[in-house]
Protein backbone atom coordinates (compact mmCIF):
# COMPACT_ATOMS: atom_id res chain seq x y z
CA UNK A 1 0.00 0.00 0.00
CA UNK A 2 1.72 3.52 -1.42
CA UNK A 3 2.33 6.23 1.26
CA UNK A 4 -1.16 8.62 -0.55
CA UNK A 5 -3.89 5.54 1.08
CA UNK A 6 -5.68 8.27 2.41
CA UNK A 7 -8.54 6.06 3.34
CA UNK A 8 -8.44 2.77 3.79
CA UNK A 9 -11.83 2.50 5.58
CA UNK A 10 -13.87 -0.39 3.05
CA UNK A 11 -13.85 -3.51 5.30
CA UNK A 12 -10.61 -4.05 5.86
CA UNK A 13 -10.76 -6.50 8.64
CA UNK A 14 -8.25 -5.41 10.97
CA UNK A 15 -7.26 -8.64 12.87
CA UNK A 16 -4.88 -11.00 12.02
CA UNK A 17 -3.48 -13.79 13.17
CA UNK A 18 0.29 -14.03 13.61
CA UNK A 19 2.35 -17.33 13.66
CA UNK A 20 5.16 -15.64 15.66
CA UNK A 21 6.54 -15.56 19.24
CA UNK A 22 3.43 -15.13 21.28
CA UNK A 23 2.65 -17.42 23.99
CA UNK A 24 -0.15 -19.99 22.80
CA UNK A 25 -3.38 -19.05 25.01
CA UNK A 26 -5.28 -22.34 26.07
CA UNK A 27 -8.73 -21.74 26.09
CA UNK A 28 -10.54 -24.22 28.54
CA UNK A 29 -13.86 -25.65 27.45
CA UNK A 30 -15.99 -25.58 30.05
CA UNK A 31 -19.04 -27.25 31.23
CA UNK A 32 -21.09 -23.75 31.15
CA UNK A 33 -20.53 -24.08 27.14
CA UNK A 34 -22.14 -27.33 26.83
CA UNK A 35 -25.55 -26.10 25.97
CA UNK A 36 -23.53 -23.36 23.02
CA UNK A 37 -22.20 -26.65 21.74
CA UNK A 38 -25.23 -28.55 21.22
CA UNK A 39 -26.82 -25.42 19.88
CA UNK A 40 -24.29 -25.81 16.68
CA UNK A 41 -26.35 -28.42 15.48
CA UNK A 42 -28.55 -25.87 14.44
CA UNK A 43 -26.42 -25.01 11.90
CA UNK A 44 -25.45 -28.05 9.74
CA UNK A 45 -24.66 -27.55 6.86
CA UNK A 46 -27.30 -28.64 4.47
CA UNK A 47 -29.83 -27.51 1.60
CA UNK A 48 -33.65 -28.61 3.40
CA UNK A 49 -36.19 -28.57 0.22
CA UNK A 50 -39.81 -28.15 1.47
CA UNK A 51 -43.10 -29.02 -0.48
CA UNK A 52 -45.30 -26.39 0.43
CA UNK A 53 -48.66 -25.20 -1.29
CA UNK A 54 -47.53 -23.24 -3.93
CA UNK A 55 -44.10 -25.22 -4.81
CA UNK A 56 -40.66 -25.97 -3.87
CA UNK A 57 -38.73 -24.00 -1.42
CA UNK A 58 -35.04 -24.52 -0.96
CA UNK A 59 -33.58 -23.24 2.68
CA UNK A 60 -29.44 -23.01 2.92
CA UNK A 61 -28.33 -23.26 6.41
CA UNK A 62 -24.91 -23.63 7.87
CA UNK A 63 -23.02 -21.50 4.95
CA UNK A 64 -21.43 -18.40 6.79
CA UNK A 65 -24.00 -16.99 9.00
CA UNK A 66 -27.02 -16.16 7.14
CA UNK A 67 -29.44 -18.68 5.33
CA UNK A 68 -29.99 -17.86 2.25
CA UNK A 69 -33.88 -19.40 0.73
CA UNK A 70 -34.33 -20.25 -2.90
CA UNK A 71 -37.53 -20.10 -3.85
CA UNK A 72 -38.57 -21.89 -7.28
CA UNK A 73 -41.02 -20.29 -9.97
CA UNK A 74 -42.28 -21.46 -13.66
CA UNK A 75 -38.73 -20.76 -15.67
CA UNK A 76 -37.31 -19.09 -12.77
CA UNK A 77 -36.34 -18.75 -9.21
CA UNK A 78 -35.84 -15.81 -6.86
CA UNK A 79 -33.13 -15.74 -3.65
CA UNK A 80 -34.00 -14.31 -0.25
CA UNK A 81 -30.69 -12.87 1.18
CA UNK A 82 -27.46 -14.28 -0.22
CA UNK A 83 -25.88 -15.02 2.54
CA UNK A 84 -22.61 -13.18 4.10
CA UNK A 85 -20.26 -13.52 1.22
CA UNK A 86 -19.19 -13.97 -2.40
CA UNK A 87 -17.81 -17.15 -1.52
CA UNK A 88 -20.92 -18.96 0.38
CA UNK A 89 -23.16 -17.59 -2.48
CA UNK A 90 -21.14 -19.83 -4.59
CA UNK A 91 -21.38 -23.05 -2.70
CA UNK A 92 -24.78 -22.85 -1.80
CA UNK A 93 -26.09 -22.11 -5.50
CA UNK A 94 -24.20 -24.53 -6.84
CA UNK A 95 -26.25 -27.26 -4.41
CA UNK A 96 -29.45 -24.76 -5.32
CA UNK A 97 -28.93 -25.05 -8.92
CA UNK A 98 -28.70 -29.14 -8.43
CA UNK A 99 -32.49 -28.97 -6.98
CA UNK A 100 -32.80 -26.76 -9.93
CA UNK A 101 -31.47 -24.46 -12.66
CA UNK A 102 -33.42 -22.23 -13.89
CA UNK A 103 -32.17 -18.26 -13.88
CA UNK A 104 -32.76 -16.31 -10.47
CA UNK A 105 -35.32 -13.66 -12.29
CA UNK A 106 -35.02 -11.77 -8.49
CA UNK A 107 -32.84 -11.29 -5.25
CA UNK A 108 -34.90 -9.99 -2.05
CA UNK A 109 -32.92 -8.72 0.55
CA UNK A 110 -34.88 -8.68 4.42
CA UNK A 111 -32.61 -6.19 5.70
CA UNK A 112 -29.44 -4.45 5.11
CA UNK A 113 -26.87 -6.15 7.13
CA UNK A 114 -23.95 -7.58 5.29
CA UNK A 115 -24.97 -11.41 6.18
CA UNK A 116 -27.92 -10.88 4.06
CA UNK A 117 -26.63 -8.89 1.10
CA UNK A 118 -23.26 -9.34 0.73
CA UNK A 119 -23.50 -12.43 -1.51
CA UNK A 120 -25.59 -11.09 -4.25
CA UNK A 121 -22.60 -9.66 -7.14
CA UNK A 122 -22.51 -13.66 -7.33
CA UNK A 123 -25.61 -13.88 -8.78
CA UNK A 124 -25.66 -10.80 -10.92
CA UNK A 125 -22.39 -12.03 -12.31
CA UNK A 126 -23.58 -15.33 -13.25
CA UNK A 127 -26.27 -14.57 -15.82
CA UNK A 128 -26.70 -12.57 -18.84
CA UNK A 129 -30.27 -11.39 -17.70
CA UNK A 130 -29.55 -9.30 -14.50
CA UNK A 131 -32.03 -10.45 -11.92
CA UNK A 132 -33.99 -7.49 -10.08
CA UNK A 133 -33.08 -6.74 -7.04
CA UNK A 134 -35.31 -5.58 -4.06
CA UNK A 135 -35.42 -4.05 -0.65
CA UNK A 136 -37.14 -1.56 1.47
CA UNK A 137 -36.41 1.70 0.66
CA UNK A 138 -33.80 2.82 3.83
CA UNK A 139 -31.49 -0.61 2.99
CA UNK A 140 -29.30 1.19 0.40
CA UNK A 141 -28.94 4.06 3.42
CA UNK A 142 -28.05 1.75 6.27
CA UNK A 143 -25.44 -0.27 4.07
CA UNK A 144 -23.77 3.26 2.85
CA UNK A 145 -23.72 4.27 6.38
CA UNK A 146 -21.98 1.03 7.84
CA UNK A 147 -19.48 0.93 4.62
CA UNK A 148 -18.81 4.45 5.05
CA UNK A 149 -18.42 6.59 8.18
CA UNK A 150 -18.63 3.86 10.44
CA UNK A 151 -16.92 1.17 8.98
CA UNK A 152 -13.55 0.98 11.21
CA UNK A 153 -15.29 0.66 14.76
CA UNK A 154 -18.25 -1.40 13.65
CA UNK A 155 -15.59 -3.78 11.63
CA UNK A 156 -13.31 -3.72 14.95
CA UNK A 157 -16.14 -4.41 17.13
CA UNK A 158 -17.66 -7.16 14.65
CA UNK A 159 -14.32 -8.94 14.31
CA UNK A 160 -14.37 -9.46 18.54
CA UNK A 161 -17.79 -10.03 18.43
CA UNK A 162 -17.99 -12.64 15.81
CA UNK A 163 -14.56 -13.96 17.00
CA UNK A 164 -13.64 -14.12 13.29
CA UNK A 165 -9.90 -13.69 14.27
CA UNK A 166 -9.90 -16.67 16.92
CA UNK A 167 -8.17 -19.55 16.18
CA UNK A 168 -10.80 -21.98 14.78
CA UNK A 169 -10.68 -24.58 17.38
CA UNK A 170 -11.95 -21.64 19.79
CA UNK A 171 -15.20 -20.33 17.87
CA UNK A 172 -18.29 -22.81 19.01
CA UNK A 173 -20.50 -20.65 16.68
CA UNK A 174 -22.11 -17.30 16.48
CA UNK A 175 -25.29 -17.47 17.38
CA UNK A 176 -27.01 -17.39 15.18
CA UNK A 177 -24.85 -18.71 12.86
CA UNK A 178 -21.67 -21.17 12.22
CA UNK A 179 -19.01 -18.44 11.67
CA UNK A 180 -19.11 -15.57 10.03
CA UNK A 181 -17.67 -15.50 6.05
CA UNK A 182 -17.37 -12.02 4.91
CA UNK A 183 -13.25 -11.84 4.49
CA UNK A 184 -13.36 -15.05 2.79
CA UNK A 185 -14.20 -13.05 -1.19
CA UNK A 186 -14.56 -9.30 -2.29
CA UNK A 187 -17.94 -7.65 -0.64
CA UNK A 188 -20.65 -8.24 -3.06
CA UNK A 189 -23.62 -5.94 -1.99
CA UNK A 190 -25.23 -4.86 -5.81
CA UNK A 191 -27.83 -1.86 -4.47
CA UNK A 192 -31.55 -2.38 -4.97
CA UNK A 193 -32.90 -1.19 -8.17
CA UNK A 194 -36.44 -1.81 -6.67
CA UNK A 195 -37.53 -0.64 -3.82
CA UNK A 196 -40.83 0.37 -1.45
CA UNK A 197 -42.08 1.83 1.90
CA UNK A 198 -44.76 0.52 3.34
CA UNK A 199 -45.76 -2.83 1.16
CA UNK A 200 -45.26 -4.07 -2.34
CA UNK A 201 -46.85 -7.20 -4.34
CA UNK A 202 -44.86 -8.54 -7.09
CA UNK A 203 -45.54 -11.22 -9.22
CA UNK A 204 -42.44 -13.10 -10.32
CA UNK A 205 -41.92 -16.19 -12.97
CA UNK A 206 -45.29 -16.58 -11.51
CA UNK A 207 -45.08 -16.72 -7.78
CA UNK A 208 -47.51 -14.52 -5.57
CA UNK A 209 -45.18 -11.92 -3.70
CA UNK A 210 -46.23 -9.83 -0.93
CA UNK A 211 -43.59 -7.97 0.73
CA UNK A 212 -43.77 -5.75 4.35
CA UNK A 213 -41.65 -3.30 5.89
CA UNK A 214 -41.33 -4.79 9.56
CA UNK A 215 -39.16 -2.69 11.55
CA UNK A 216 -37.40 -4.86 14.47
CA UNK A 217 -33.58 -6.13 14.60
CA UNK A 218 -33.10 -3.49 11.72
CA UNK A 219 -34.92 -0.23 10.86
CA UNK A 220 -35.10 -0.82 6.94
CA UNK A 221 -36.63 -4.64 7.83
CA UNK A 222 -38.81 -6.29 6.23
CA UNK A 223 -41.05 -9.70 5.70
CA UNK A 224 -41.94 -11.78 2.55
CA UNK A 225 -45.32 -13.41 2.32
CA UNK A 226 -45.90 -15.65 -0.24
CA UNK A 227 -49.82 -16.50 -0.04
CA UNK A 228 -49.65 -19.78 -2.37
CA UNK A 229 -46.97 -21.03 -0.37
CA UNK A 230 -48.43 -20.19 2.88
CA UNK A 231 -44.99 -19.31 3.72
CA UNK A 232 -43.52 -16.11 5.59
CA UNK A 233 -39.88 -15.21 5.83
CA UNK A 234 -39.46 -13.31 8.20
CA UNK A 235 -35.58 -11.95 7.89
CA UNK A 236 -34.02 -11.55 11.67
CA UNK A 237 -37.16 -10.84 13.30
CA UNK A 238 -37.21 -13.93 14.57
CA UNK A 239 -34.34 -16.87 15.08
CA UNK A 240 -34.02 -19.33 17.39
CA UNK A 241 -32.01 -17.26 20.59
CA UNK A 242 -32.98 -14.53 22.32
CA UNK A 243 -33.27 -11.50 19.94
CA UNK A 244 -30.79 -8.80 19.62
CA UNK A 245 -32.75 -6.07 21.03
CA UNK A 246 -29.19 -4.38 21.15
CA UNK A 247 -26.07 -5.74 19.28
CA UNK A 248 -22.64 -5.22 21.30
CA UNK A 249 -20.62 -4.58 17.79
CA UNK A 250 -22.80 -1.33 18.30
CA UNK A 251 -26.05 0.44 16.61
CA UNK A 252 -28.23 2.90 17.48
CA UNK A 253 -31.22 2.09 18.95
CA UNK A 254 -33.55 -0.72 17.38
CA UNK A 255 -37.16 -0.09 17.39
CA UNK A 256 -38.20 -2.63 20.16
CA UNK A 257 -42.27 -1.28 19.93
CA UNK A 258 -41.91 -1.89 16.19
CA UNK A 259 -40.27 -5.07 16.62
CA UNK A 260 -43.19 -6.23 18.54
CA UNK A 261 -45.86 -5.27 15.96
CA UNK A 262 -44.34 -6.51 13.16
CA UNK A 263 -44.45 -9.61 14.70
CA UNK A 264 -47.93 -9.27 15.64
CA UNK A 265 -48.42 -8.35 11.65
CA UNK A 266 -46.89 -11.72 10.26
CA UNK A 267 -49.27 -13.31 13.00
CA UNK A 268 -51.73 -12.22 11.42
CA UNK A 269 -51.18 -14.35 8.03
CA UNK A 270 -51.29 -17.59 10.21
CA UNK A 271 -48.12 -19.05 8.15
CA UNK A 272 -48.02 -22.90 8.09
CA UNK A 273 -44.13 -22.28 6.64
CA UNK A 274 -41.74 -20.09 8.50
CA UNK A 275 -38.18 -19.49 7.04
CA UNK A 276 -36.34 -17.18 9.30
CA UNK A 277 -32.86 -15.95 7.98
CA UNK A 278 -30.77 -17.64 10.91
CA UNK A 279 -31.50 -20.87 12.68
CA UNK A 280 -34.40 -23.40 11.16
CA UNK A 281 -37.83 -23.60 9.47
CA UNK A 282 -40.57 -23.79 11.84
CA UNK A 283 -43.23 -26.29 10.23
CA UNK A 284 -47.07 -26.11 11.23
CA UNK A 285 -49.30 -23.05 11.82
CA UNK A 286 -49.67 -24.10 15.44
CA UNK A 287 -45.60 -24.10 16.54
CA UNK A 288 -45.43 -21.13 14.19
CA UNK A 289 -48.43 -18.94 16.28
CA UNK A 290 -46.49 -20.24 19.49
CA UNK A 291 -42.98 -19.51 18.86
CA UNK A 292 -44.27 -15.84 17.34
CA UNK A 293 -46.11 -15.68 20.90
CA UNK A 294 -43.50 -16.20 22.85
CA UNK A 295 -41.24 -14.30 21.10
CA UNK A 296 -43.22 -11.18 21.07
CA UNK A 297 -44.50 -11.50 24.65
CA UNK A 298 -40.62 -11.48 25.14
CA UNK A 299 -39.94 -8.20 23.75
CA UNK A 300 -42.67 -6.90 25.48
CA UNK A 301 -42.25 -7.80 28.66
CA UNK A 302 -38.64 -6.41 28.53
CA UNK A 303 -39.96 -3.44 26.76
CA UNK A 304 -42.80 -2.70 29.24
CA UNK A 305 -41.02 -3.71 32.71
CA UNK A 306 -38.08 -1.52 31.67
CA UNK A 307 -40.49 1.76 30.87
CA UNK A 308 -42.22 0.98 34.54
CA UNK A 309 -38.73 0.87 36.29
CA UNK A 310 -37.59 3.86 34.37
CA UNK A 311 -40.81 5.65 35.00
CA UNK A 312 -39.94 5.34 38.80
CA UNK A 313 -36.96 6.84 38.59
CA UNK A 314 -34.18 3.94 38.77
CA UNK A 315 -31.14 4.14 37.10
CA UNK A 316 -30.38 1.45 33.91
CA UNK A 317 -27.96 -0.52 36.12
CA UNK A 318 -30.40 -0.46 38.59
CA UNK A 319 -33.30 -2.13 36.27
CA UNK A 320 -30.79 -4.33 34.81
CA UNK A 321 -30.72 -6.27 38.27
CA UNK A 322 -34.23 -6.13 38.86
CA UNK A 323 -35.91 -8.07 35.32
CA UNK A 324 -35.84 -11.95 33.91
CA UNK A 325 -37.82 -13.63 31.84
CA UNK A 326 -41.38 -14.54 33.00
CA UNK A 327 -41.00 -18.62 34.45
CA UNK A 328 -43.29 -19.36 32.06
CA UNK A 329 -41.92 -18.65 29.14
CA UNK A 330 -37.77 -18.15 30.24
CA UNK A 331 -36.83 -21.66 29.14
CA UNK A 332 -38.48 -21.29 25.67
CA UNK A 333 -35.73 -22.29 23.36
CA UNK A 334 -36.38 -19.19 21.15
CA UNK A 335 -35.37 -17.20 24.68
CA UNK A 336 -32.05 -18.45 25.31
CA UNK A 337 -29.33 -15.85 25.60
CA UNK A 338 -27.27 -17.33 22.59
CA UNK A 339 -27.33 -13.86 20.64
CA UNK A 340 -29.01 -11.18 22.87
CA UNK A 341 -29.12 -10.71 26.46
CA UNK A 342 -32.22 -9.36 28.73
CA UNK A 343 -29.33 -7.26 30.14
CA UNK A 344 -28.01 -5.65 27.13
CA UNK A 345 -31.52 -5.14 25.98
CA UNK A 346 -32.79 -2.98 29.30
CA UNK A 347 -29.76 -0.88 28.94
CA UNK A 348 -30.47 -0.17 25.20
CA UNK A 349 -33.83 0.41 25.41
CA UNK A 350 -33.54 2.91 28.50
CA UNK A 351 -30.81 4.50 26.23
CA UNK A 352 -33.50 4.75 23.23
CA UNK A 353 -35.90 6.17 25.06
CA UNK A 354 -33.86 8.89 27.38
CA UNK A 355 -30.24 8.55 25.97
CA UNK A 356 -27.34 8.24 27.82
CA UNK A 357 -27.60 10.15 31.14
CA UNK A 358 -29.06 8.00 33.86
CA UNK A 359 -30.52 10.94 35.56
CA UNK A 360 -28.09 10.59 38.69
CA UNK A 361 -26.48 13.66 39.13
CA UNK A 362 -23.18 12.13 40.22
CA UNK A 363 -23.21 10.78 36.50
CA UNK A 364 -23.70 13.75 34.40
CA UNK A 365 -20.59 15.04 34.48
CA UNK A 366 -17.91 12.59 36.10
CA UNK A 367 -14.72 12.69 37.47
CA UNK A 368 -12.28 11.22 33.82
CA UNK A 369 -11.58 7.52 34.06
CA UNK A 370 -7.97 8.62 34.78
CA UNK A 371 -8.91 10.67 37.63
CA UNK A 372 -11.40 8.59 39.31
CA UNK A 373 -8.26 6.01 39.29
CA UNK A 374 -5.70 8.32 41.12
CA UNK A 375 -8.21 8.72 43.93
CA UNK A 376 -8.71 5.12 43.80
CA UNK A 377 -5.78 4.35 44.24
CA UNK A 378 -5.00 6.27 46.94
CA UNK A 379 -8.15 4.94 48.40
CA UNK A 380 -6.24 1.62 48.13
CA UNK A 381 -2.70 3.12 49.37
CA UNK A 382 -1.03 3.73 45.73
CA UNK A 383 -0.68 1.42 42.94
CA UNK A 384 1.36 -1.21 44.34
CA UNK A 385 -1.55 -2.05 46.80
CA UNK A 386 -4.17 -1.77 43.82
CA UNK A 387 -2.45 -4.55 41.74
CA UNK A 388 -2.54 -7.01 45.02
CA UNK A 389 -6.25 -6.48 45.27
CA UNK A 390 -6.39 -7.29 41.55
CA UNK A 391 -4.23 -10.50 42.00
CA UNK A 392 -6.45 -11.68 44.93
CA UNK A 393 -9.62 -10.96 42.84
CA UNK A 394 -8.05 -13.51 40.23
CA UNK A 395 -7.22 -16.17 42.89
CA UNK A 396 -10.46 -15.95 44.06
CA UNK A 397 -11.70 -15.86 40.42
CA UNK A 398 -13.82 -12.85 41.02
CA UNK A 399 -13.42 -11.74 37.26
CA UNK A 400 -15.27 -9.14 36.61
CA UNK A 401 -14.06 -7.03 39.92
CA UNK A 402 -10.19 -8.15 38.38
CA UNK A 403 -11.04 -6.27 35.00
CA UNK A 404 -12.54 -3.13 36.56
CA UNK A 405 -9.46 -3.22 39.47
CA UNK A 406 -6.90 -3.74 35.72
CA UNK A 407 -9.04 -1.03 34.27
CA UNK A 408 -8.25 1.58 36.98
CA UNK A 409 -4.43 0.29 36.74
CA UNK A 410 -4.56 1.26 32.74
CA UNK A 411 -5.79 4.47 33.46
CA UNK A 412 -3.00 5.19 36.06
CA UNK A 413 -0.19 4.19 32.84
CA UNK A 414 0.33 1.01 35.31
CA UNK A 415 0.25 -1.51 32.64
CA UNK A 416 3.04 -3.57 33.75
CA UNK A 417 3.11 -7.15 32.68
CA UNK A 418 2.05 -8.59 35.55
CA UNK A 419 -1.23 -6.40 35.13
CA UNK A 420 -1.68 -7.68 31.37
CA UNK A 421 -1.43 -11.10 32.49
CA UNK A 422 -4.11 -10.49 34.98
CA UNK A 423 -6.45 -9.00 32.92
CA UNK A 424 -5.89 -11.79 29.89
CA UNK A 425 -6.34 -14.32 32.86
CA UNK A 426 -9.72 -12.69 34.29
CA UNK A 427 -10.95 -12.10 30.08
CA UNK A 428 -10.31 -15.92 29.51
CA UNK A 429 -11.95 -16.93 32.94
CA UNK A 430 -15.23 -15.27 32.14
CA UNK A 431 -15.20 -15.83 27.96
CA UNK A 432 -14.95 -19.19 28.49
CA UNK A 433 -17.28 -19.41 30.73
CA UNK A 434 -20.12 -17.14 29.19
CA UNK A 435 -23.02 -19.16 27.10
CA UNK A 436 -23.57 -16.17 24.91
CA UNK A 437 -21.39 -15.89 22.13
CA UNK A 438 -21.36 -12.63 21.61
CA UNK A 439 -19.55 -12.04 24.96
CA UNK A 440 -17.41 -15.36 24.65
CA UNK A 441 -16.31 -14.09 21.40
CA UNK A 442 -15.66 -10.53 22.02
CA UNK A 443 -13.61 -11.48 26.09
CA UNK A 444 -11.60 -14.19 23.73
CA UNK A 445 -10.36 -11.75 20.71
CA UNK A 446 -9.70 -9.09 23.46
CA UNK A 447 -7.31 -11.57 25.77
CA UNK A 448 -5.45 -12.59 22.53
CA UNK A 449 -5.48 -9.09 21.12
CA UNK A 450 -3.78 -8.19 24.26
CA UNK A 451 -1.92 -11.30 24.24
CA UNK A 452 -0.29 -10.05 20.91
CA UNK A 453 -1.53 -13.46 19.34
CA UNK A 454 -3.80 -11.53 17.13
CA UNK A 455 -2.38 -8.61 15.14
CA UNK A 456 -4.57 -5.08 14.34
CA UNK A 457 -2.70 -4.93 11.51
CA UNK A 458 -4.94 -5.11 7.66
CA UNK A 459 -5.75 -8.60 6.27
CA UNK A 460 -7.42 -8.68 3.64
CA UNK A 461 -8.65 -5.45 1.68
CA UNK A 462 -12.15 -6.95 0.19
CA UNK A 463 -13.29 -3.15 -1.78
CA UNK A 464 -13.28 -4.55 -5.92
CA UNK A 465 -14.33 -2.26 -8.46
CA UNK A 466 -17.65 -3.51 -8.57
CA UNK A 467 -18.08 -2.55 -5.07
CA UNK A 468 -16.98 0.96 -5.48
CA UNK A 469 -19.45 1.07 -8.41
CA UNK A 470 -22.11 0.38 -5.76
CA UNK A 471 -20.79 2.93 -3.08
CA UNK A 472 -21.76 6.55 -4.11
CA UNK A 473 -19.65 9.30 -4.12
CA UNK A 474 -21.62 11.00 -1.30
CA UNK A 475 -20.89 8.27 1.09
CA UNK A 476 -17.24 8.34 -0.04
CA UNK A 477 -17.02 12.23 0.71
CA UNK A 478 -19.19 12.00 4.05
CA UNK A 479 -16.63 9.66 5.55
CA UNK A 480 -13.81 12.19 4.15
CA UNK A 481 -15.10 15.08 6.52
CA UNK A 482 -15.51 12.33 9.29
CA UNK A 483 -11.54 11.63 8.14
CA UNK A 484 -10.55 15.17 8.75
CA UNK A 485 -7.67 15.54 11.53
CA UNK A 486 -8.06 19.42 12.62
CA UNK A 487 -4.44 19.32 13.90
CA UNK A 488 -3.59 19.36 9.87
CA UNK A 489 -5.27 22.36 10.24
CA UNK A 490 -3.71 25.57 8.42
CA UNK A 491 -5.54 27.57 5.79
CA UNK A 492 -9.18 28.75 6.66
CA UNK A 493 -11.47 28.82 3.65
CA UNK A 494 -8.89 26.44 1.57
CA UNK A 495 -11.38 24.99 -1.37
CA UNK A 496 -10.79 21.89 -3.12
CA UNK A 497 -13.04 21.26 -6.20
CA UNK A 498 -14.51 18.18 -8.31
CA UNK A 499 -15.87 17.70 -11.40
CA UNK A 500 -16.60 14.20 -12.23
CA UNK A 501 -17.13 13.05 -15.94
CA UNK A 502 -20.83 12.01 -14.82
CA UNK A 503 -21.45 16.00 -14.93
CA UNK A 504 -21.68 15.63 -10.81
CA UNK A 505 -19.59 18.24 -8.62
CA UNK A 506 -18.53 18.20 -4.97
CA UNK A 507 -16.48 20.53 -3.02
CA UNK A 508 -14.53 20.47 0.10
CA UNK A 509 -13.61 23.49 2.09
CA UNK A 510 -11.91 23.94 4.95
CA UNK A 511 -12.57 26.34 7.67
CA UNK A 512 -12.88 26.52 11.60
CA UNK A 513 -10.98 23.04 11.66
CA UNK A 514 -13.92 21.37 9.69
CA UNK A 515 -14.14 20.08 5.82
CA UNK A 516 -17.42 21.44 4.66
CA UNK A 517 -18.73 18.80 1.65
CA UNK A 518 -21.00 20.81 -0.41
CA UNK A 519 -22.51 20.05 -3.87
CA UNK A 520 -22.68 23.53 -4.83
CA UNK A 521 -21.91 24.78 -8.28
CA UNK A 522 -18.08 25.43 -7.77
CA UNK A 523 -16.71 28.88 -7.50
CA UNK A 524 -13.80 30.59 -5.59
CA UNK A 525 -11.66 27.27 -5.90
CA UNK A 526 -8.07 27.01 -4.91
CA UNK A 527 -7.80 23.81 -6.84
CA UNK A 528 -10.08 22.45 -9.27
CA UNK A 529 -10.09 18.52 -10.34
CA UNK A 530 -11.75 16.80 -13.44
CA UNK A 531 -11.92 13.01 -13.38
CA UNK A 532 -14.44 10.03 -13.36
CA UNK A 533 -15.94 8.97 -10.25
CA UNK A 534 -14.61 5.87 -9.69
CA UNK A 535 -10.64 6.77 -10.75
CA UNK A 536 -11.62 9.43 -7.54
CA UNK A 537 -13.21 6.36 -5.27
CA UNK A 538 -10.04 4.07 -5.75
CA UNK A 539 -7.74 6.65 -4.72
CA UNK A 540 -9.80 7.54 -1.55
CA UNK A 541 -9.79 3.68 -0.97
CA UNK A 542 -6.41 3.32 -1.82
CA UNK A 543 -6.44 1.11 -5.14
CA UNK A 544 -4.83 3.62 -6.73
CA UNK A 545 -2.15 6.64 -6.10
CA UNK A 546 -3.23 9.91 -6.99
CA UNK A 547 0.46 10.68 -8.56
CA UNK A 548 0.07 8.04 -11.00
CA UNK A 549 -3.42 9.14 -12.08
CA UNK A 550 -2.22 12.58 -12.50
CA UNK A 551 1.33 11.39 -14.19
CA UNK A 552 -0.87 9.36 -16.86
CA UNK A 553 -3.21 12.52 -17.55
CA UNK A 554 -6.49 10.63 -15.72
CA UNK A 555 -6.99 13.30 -13.32
CA UNK A 556 -6.61 16.76 -14.65
CA UNK A 557 -5.43 19.51 -11.87
CA UNK A 558 -5.87 23.35 -12.09
CA UNK A 559 -3.39 24.72 -9.81
CA UNK A 560 -0.74 23.25 -7.54
CA UNK A 561 -0.32 19.14 -7.78
CA UNK A 562 1.98 19.76 -4.67
CA UNK A 563 -0.95 21.20 -2.97
CA UNK A 564 -3.47 18.98 -3.76
CA UNK A 565 -1.53 16.16 -2.66
CA UNK A 566 -0.88 17.63 0.82
CA UNK A 567 -4.74 18.59 1.25
CA UNK A 568 -5.43 14.85 0.72
CA UNK A 569 -2.49 13.94 3.48
CA UNK A 570 -4.75 15.86 5.91
CA UNK A 571 -7.41 13.27 5.55
CA UNK A 572 -5.11 10.25 6.38
ZN1 LIG B 1 -28.68 -11.53 10.03
Redesign the pocket.
Given at each position: MHKYLILSFLLIFVFACSDSKQTIIDIPITSDVEDLIEHSKEFDQQVLTFDTPGGKVHFAIGFG??NSIMVEGDEGNIII?TSDSVFEAEKIYTLFRKKNSNPIKAIIY??N?G??TFGASYYVNLQNEKPQIIAHEDTDYYVQRIMGILNPIITSRSTKMFGTALPEKDLINVG??PSLSVSKSPTGYIKPNLTFKDNLNLNIAGIEIELFHAPG?TNDQIFVWLPEHKSLMP??NI?KTFPNLYTIRGTTHRDVKGWIDSIDHMKSFSPSFLFP??TKPIIGVDKIQSALNTYRDAIQFIHDQTIRLMNQGLYPDEIVEMISLPKHIADSPYLYEFYGTVRWSVKSIFNGYLGWFSGNPSELDPLSRKEKAIRISRLAGGNDKLLDQLKVAVENNDMQWALELSDHLIALDYFIDEVKDLRIDALIYEGSRSSNPNKRNYFLSSALELNGSILDTPLTDRTSEELLQNISIDTLFDVLSSRYNPINHTDDNFKVCFNFSSSKSKSITLRNQVAVVSDDIVQNCNIKILTEELEFKKILVGISNPVSLIASGSMGVDGSTTEFLQFLAKFR
Open positions: IADTHHDHIGEGDYSH
